[in-house]
């Protein structure tokens, strides 16, 4: 880990400043993952910004119905609002789902947006990984890639996006809201993350300098009938191989509205808008269900160790929506 | 004659609370890394980024610029070692790179950080040759060892083992594969190297203070009463720390180099896959027949794993296979692939670990094979002595700890069909196996008794506790054999000031330590009465013990486990385990327990979870850390049933123990592979069993 | 770059200087000498550095110093009031919640903190109701909560009825 300078910004204006001055600048806020890639090396940056005090901590109201979480709420927080977790239990159970009891206390909204990825070889600085040196290759194509993409990969990177939160915030429809160089702006989640293309050294779309100030969750009906799904191999504290993030709503044994999210199984969380349009309209089936998660994954491309993940996904697609028309 | 010197002061076998509590459960006990030492230094140490070649250039000089460096060592500039005869042992003393994350040198700083940043800017250049460092079954240069770990012969055969196979009524013929595992103890290596005036001190995570004092003697050619090695509380082992690695060569060689300051060198997690020991990854071969009743007629059993091309470490897989049921023939083979890659090493019953998973899988295949239930089929062949030897078992209760568990599990109406049993999205399966570990006698540990008046008597001896908790059965042990209240003792271990203790490994601990405390006590009574004077002191060994030529010595057990496997996405989760074991006598209840659980869970671990998954392209093993190597977490372990056969062996050791800290791992992993099997029909032979082998 | 810091550890305040780079962890360890957090993988991945940091349970090698600057911080060695132990150190040797005793420290703050979080009512993620007003602190919840704190010699068997018990002390 090489020296940095660490300061306090007075605010957010004044740490957007910081980071525009500095061109190998980063912020830093619960510092879990930050922290955790400085100490390998894969993070080196000469000046770090501290946000954790700058951006709000608590759950509020929005006006329309919805709901602003701040982006230095903490995620053991977060997962305890009771908003959450009568209108977006999705939300709640993925943060639940995720890190440790302790992890959960430092890492931050907005740092666990920005995780980033778990492959092996991006985390290991002796082996190449355009991720970290574009044009250095990839190792996990030929490598070991259990735990790797099989939707939206590229020939580039096939790296996953580990957050098991971003998944349900994507079921849910979120917003994002950024603070920049050019003041605030505010996007749906899925505009946030990237998939790896030819440049998989980018894993979002922010530019150097803007933060994440907020997530907005809108009002959205079906979202207290949601759930997340996490399959790991380990009980707890492990990453997801695969997991799902649903929101349904069923009305005379049809589906009039459904939300569908993956997480595991791509450079980003993985809506499912195919599944979802199948579904808009037909019964509420096992066998629909399954026709739906098929249709989503036709064009998954499986590496060498992880065919599985087609199977499994399909599985608990269908498995979770299933529990979600039971539970209504 | 020692062995029938039988106690009865009643400190043994007590169920005493561990004395070390308090300062372990306020996290004050210091563990290598915490002793206080004046004005320290950092080390951080460079690897070898090739598998195989030579190291051509070193570019340290941006690493040398920075403030707070002292120095970087090299092969260049290291003291020469005197004694380079042991390859993994003997670093820094040439080019020579003979597997990915070799120690090529150290970075030695006023601080942690400067020394990890300036590790990171060395430069080095290298000739790399080609490497090969994954196991592979069809290796042309597989070759026949001249023995294996702890002497055991590398093959045997008794009877025509093919006749009665070709001619068996029931066959079985499997392959069954383990991963290589790293042992992972929570407290990493771990050493504080100190030279003052020719003396060296250590303040070392070690099985064994003496034995590393030993080797590192012999090594830096001293005097062996120049090393002091200091190991009051280790944070576990599971025998990577039963021998010294090249991680406390590198801190001495360091400190050398700065006469009069203190060195700590800490291996970061990452490094903990490299260089200090691993279990081997093994391809095991077994082919069973019997005959219509299910009597085993023929036992085969043999094996693939690999070694270093460095030294060898020739892993005893097979041997259990070689005395645990009857049969009329039987063979056993090992075979090792030498690598470009760490030496291997002891990981927690060395052998008995994966051979034992493969051995009693098998088992229940071919009791499904002979339609026997799988505890009647293992009943069925139970010897009448052991075949190895020829010798009679000293005490063998495998068939009672089988009984007793079958009742306290819940055995009796278990519906053997594969795939029955469904609750709510659980596919739920029981499974069985045995399990047995020798009675190892390692020879030379020494006790002194010293009387301190008062009523007080100070036992000294350099034994360490990894977590084994003889710190307290020590105490216990030493009570009833001087035959004071264990109040009374005053127990010094983990020092090599102390008189020489054999390492914490083979399970063998209390059986020599003890036996040497015993017969230090038989002798000072002898001597100085039952009044002595303060002062009075004896040392003795453990002396040698003549029943082992008349009878075969091992503890055995059973395990019972109920798996639960999702039938949408595979997930395997373990509710419930049940052991029984027959150990000879319990030194202290409470923490044998706890060696019965940890063992469990770690065949659990095994079965379910642990796996280094080394990338044959780079040589090493990539997901090195605990998010990607994966251990159990509380969550993933459930109800622990342990229970203990009264077992009265008047001719193992004084204290009639057996040995505990390995059995619970042997077979466990079988047990919860079995149940799984029994969960979900589907019969998974490579560890781990994770979701993606059993989806379909 | 060096910074100036103060960090109140188990009831004392001290004022040191440390590295930016320098974690909480290393900070209490290496420049204060308190060595009952522990380092067991550096990365935030077994749990045995765990402090309460301002009253939450932290993993403090993810934790860089600087940024905790006037940070109210606990340790196992700070449970212990006047050389009385926590009674939930108390049950852990009791039950022997424990072997080698390197996780152990950070076990214990643990499940202290994690026993704060049961009174706010926080749920986790094997309660059945996720909007249930109190928590029942069961066996499954335990386990659980405690999984952020790995055990090598895997004592869980024992360390989940220390918690229970050590919790209606």
């Not at chain 1, 999210?261 to 037909?282: D, M, Q, S």
């Not at chain 2, 080019?95 to 940043?117: L, M, S």
């Not at chain 2, 010897?383 to 007793?404: F, K, Q, W």
């Not at chain 2, 642990?610 to 605990?626: A, K, P, T, Y």
Request: charged share 25%; aromatic share 6%.
């Amino acid at each position: 880990m090489k020296p940095y300078s660490y300061q306090r910004a007075e605010d957010v204006d004044g740490a957007v400043a910081a980071l525009v001055e500095q061109p190998n600048a980063k912020f830093l806020a619960g510092g879990t993952n930050l922290v955790d890639l400085m100490k390998l090396g894969v993070e080196e940056p000469d000046a770090l910004v501290d946000v954790r005090r700058l951006t709000s901590d608590h759950v509020e109201d929005l006006d329309d119905g919805g709901l602003r979480i701040g982006a230095a709420v903490p995620n053991s927080v977060l997962a305890a609002d009771r908003k959450i977790r009568t209108r977006y239990p999705a939300l709640s159970q993925a943060l639940l789902a995720g890190a440790s009891g302790q992890l959960r206390n430092l890492a931050t909204t907005g740092g666990n947006l920005l995780q980033r990825t778990r492959c092996v070889y991006w985390q290991d600085v002796t082996t190449p990984c355009n991720k970290r040196e574009p044009g250095s290759g990839c190792s996990a194509i030929e490598g070991h890639n259990k735990n790797h993409a099989i939707l939206g990969a590229s020939e580039h990177c096939v790296a996953t996006h580990p957050s098991d939160m971003a998944v349900a915030m994507y079921a849910l429809d979120a917003f994002v809201v950024v603070h920049g160089p050019d003041g605030e702006r505010r996007f749906p989640i899925e505009e946030l993350h990237r998939l790896p293309g030819d440049e998989p050294q980018r894993d979002t779309t922010l530019e150097h300098g803007e933060l994440i100030t907020a997530v907005d969750l809108p009002p959205l009906d079906l979202a207290a009938n949601s759930k997340y799904r996490k399959v790991r191999e380990r009980a707890s504290y492990a990453f997801a191989l695969v997991s799902v993030a649903a929101a349904l709503d069923v009305e005379d044994g049809v589906v009039r509205d459904v939300r569908i999210a993956l997480g595991g199984v791509a450079h980003k969380p993985w809506r499912a808008t195919k599944a979802e349009e199948a579904l808009r309209g037909e019964p509420a089936n096992e066998a629909n269900f399954h026709a739906a998660a098929d249709i989503e994954l036709e064009d998954a491309q499986p590496l060498r160790d992880n065919a599985f993940k087609i199977p499994l996904a399909r599985n608990i697609i269908a498995r979770t929506l299933l529990d979600l028309s039971e539970e209504r | 004659m020692s062995t029938t010197t039988r106690t009865t002061g009643g400190a043994i076998g007590a169920s005493l609370d561990r004395i070390d509590g308090p300062q372990k459960v306020t996290g004050t006990a210091p563990y290598a890394y915490e002793h206080h030492v004046d004005n320290p230094l950092y080390l951080f140490p460079i690897r070898s980024e090739i598998a195989r070649g030579r190291v051509t250039g070193i570019d340290a000089s941006a690493a040398e610029a920075l403030p707070g460096m002292v120095t970087v060592i090299t092969h260049e500039n290291a003291p020469q070692l005197a004694d380079t005869s042991d390859r993994e042992l003997a670093i820094l003393q040439s080019d020579e790179v003979a597997f990915r994350g070799q120690y090529i040198g150290a970075v030695i700083a006023e601080t942690f950080e400067v020394a990890r940043h300036a590790a990171g800017l060395v430069e080095v250049s290298y000739d790399e040759e080609p490497h090969e460092a994954e196991l592979r079954e069809n290796d042309s240069d597989l070759y026949t060892p001249e023995q294996l770990n702890a002497g055991f012969p590398t093959d045997t055969e008794e009877g025509d083992v093919d006749e009665a196979f070709s001619s068996a009524a029931v066959t079985l013929d499997e392959r069954y594969t383990t991963p290589m595992e790293h042992n992972n103890p929570m407290e990493p290596h771990t050493t504080i190297a100190l030279w003052e005036t020719g003396n060296l001190t250590l303040y070392e995570s070690t099985q064994g203070a003496h034995p590393v004092q030993r080797t590192v003697a012999q090594v830096f050619g001293l005097d062996r009463n120049r090393v002091r090695v200091v190991a009051p509380y280790v944070g576990g082992g599971f025998g990577s720390k039963g021998l010294p690695h090249a991680n406390t060569i590198l801190a001495a060689l360091a400190a050398r180099m700065i006469e009069g300051r203190p060195v700590k060198f800490a291996l970061t997690r990452q490094q903990m896959f490299t260089g200090v020991g691993y279990r081997t990854p093994t391809i095991q071969r077994i082919q069973l027949g019997a005959d219509e009743e299910g009597h085993l007629t023929a036992i085969d059993h043999d094996v693939i794993e690999q070694t270093s091309k460095i030294k060898e470490f020739a892993e005893q897989t097979a041997v259990a296979t070689r005395s645990l049921y009857a049969t009329q023939s039987r063979r056993t083979t090992h075979r090792l692939a030498a690598l470009d890659v760490p030496v291997p090493s002891w990981m927690r019953a060395p052998g008995e670990a994966p051979g034992m998973y493969a051995l009693e899988a098998a088992m229940d295949e071919m009791a499904i094979a002979c339609n026997l239930d799988p505890i009647e089929f293992r009943i069925r062949n139970e010897p009448e002595i052991d075949a190895e030897t020829g010798l009679p078992y000293s005490s063998r209760n495998l068939v009672a700890c089988l009984r007793e568990g079958a009742k306290r599990f819940g055995w009796k109406d278990r519906d053997p069909s594969p795939r029955a049993r469904q609750e709510g999205r659980w596919l739920v399966g029981t499974g069985v196996a045995s399990s047995t570990y020798p009675v190892f006698r390692l020879p030379g540990s020494r006790a002194t008794i010293r009387y301190e008046g008062d009523g007080r008597y100070a036992v000294e001896i350099g034994a360490a506790d990894i977590g084994t908790g003889a710190w307290t059965a020590l105490i216990q042990i030493s009570a009833d054999a001087i035959g004071v209240s264990i109040e009374d003792i005053n127990l010094r271990i983990g020092d090599t000031t102390f008189p020489f203790a054999s390492v914490a490994g083979g399970s063998s601990g209390i059986t020599v330590w003890g036996s040497a405390i015993f017969e230090a006590a038989r002798v000072f009574r002898e001597r100085h009465g039952e009044n002595p004077s303060e002062g009075d002191e004896v040392q003795a060994r453990t002396p040698d013990n003549p029943e082992t030529e008349n009878y075969a010595m091992h503890a055995f057990g059973a395990y019972f486990v109920e798996a639960r496997v999702d039938v949408d996405t595979c997930e395997v989760r373990v509710p419930r385990m049940a052991g029984v074991f027959a150990v000879g006598r319990i030194i202290n209840a409470k923490t044998a327990r706890s060696q019965f659980i940890g063992g469990m869970t770690m065949g659990l671990s095994m079965a379910l979870h642990e796996e280094s998954l080394v990338d044959g392209r780079f040589g090493h093993v990539v997901n090195h850390d605990f998010a990607e190597y994966h251990i159990p977490t509380n969550a993933d372990v459930g109800t622990m049933d342990i229970s203990w056969i009264d077992e009265d062996d008047p001719y193992v050791n004084p204290m009639g123990s057996k040995g505990i800290g390995e059995i619970g791992i042997v077979g466990s992993a079988a047990a919860v592979a079995n149940a799984v099997h029994h969960a979900t029909g589907v019969r998974v032979r490579d560890l781990p069993i994770t979701p993606d082998k059993l989806l379909r | 770059m060096d910074a100036e810091i103060t960090l109140h550890v188990d009831g004392a305040e001290h004022r040191l200087t440390v590295d930016t780079r320098t974690t909480l962890l290393d900070a209490l360890r290496e420049h204060l000498e308190i060595i009952s957090p522990k380092k067991g993988c550096d990365h935030g991945q077994c749990g045995a550095c765990t402090v309460l940091l301002d009253g939450r349970r932290a993993n403090s090698c993810l934790a860089l110093a600087v940024a905790h600057d006037g940070t109210e911080i606990v340790t196992a060695g700070g449970l212990a009031e006047n050389g009385d132990l926590h009674p939930m150190q108390r049950s852990f040797i009791e039950h022997d919640g424990f072997q080698c005793g390197y996780c152990t420290p950070g076990q214990i703050v643990s499940a202290v903190g994690m026993l704060e979080e049961v009174r706010a009512g926080w749920p986790s993620h094997v309660t059945e109701d996720l909007n249930v007003e109190e928590i029942v602190l069961d066996d499954d919840e335990i386990r659980e909560r405690m999984s952020g704190n790995l055990c090598r010699c895997a004592a869980y068997a024992n360390i989940v009825p220390a918690i229970r018990e050590g919790s209606e002390r």
